[in-house]
């Protein structure tokens, strides 16, 4: 497609729309986390597992997505999803920062990264300023 005008004049690029594969020939690997992590929930005996797995073509042959899973008490399960491998994961990223930073565990002090620290290393994005050390 090229540059297009938008209504205040200003130019941006529109990629070429291309057409979605409706199945894949090739079989695809199970299911196997990149990234794991455990987190102290205070005053209990319970640890908050979070694991993220790597990228996968979507079965409709459209864009990438990046599974991850929380588990209880936040129970999550869900994706980022993108045009390329490396959108969905930064959307998993995304989507891991807010559920944790948001969650009513974290607000209240009860989630940890460990005992002594409410450091949960991981990156909030920049929509949550202050509430994280590695803002993205």
């Known amino acids: 497609m090229g540059m297009v005008t938008v ?27 990149i990234a794991e992590a455990q987190f102290d929930l205070r005053f209990s ?3 908050v597992r979070l694991r993220i797995y790597a990228p ?7 864009g990438w997505a990046c599974r ?11 994706a980022g999803v993108g045009d390329t491998s490396m959108q969905a994961l930064f959307g998993a990223m995304r989507g891991v920062s ?18 002594e620290s409410r450091d949960l290393i ?10 994280a050390p590695f803002p993205f």
């Open 56 to 62: 996968r073509p979507r079965r409709d042959g459209c």
């Open 98 to 115: 807010r559920a944790l930073y948001g969650s009513t565990q974290f607000k209240s002090g009860r989630l940890a990264g460990d005992r």
């Open 68 to 78: 991850y899973r929380i588990d209880y008490p936040i129970g999550l399960q869900s």
């Open 7 to 33: 209504g205040s004049g200003a130019r941006r690029y529109v990629a070429p729309k291309v057409p979605c594969r409706t199945e894949s020939t090739r079989p695809l690997p199970p299911f196997r986390p």
């Open 45 to 47: 005996r319970r640890r």
């Open 122 to 131: 991981v990156p909030a994005t920049a929509d949550l300023p202050g509430v």
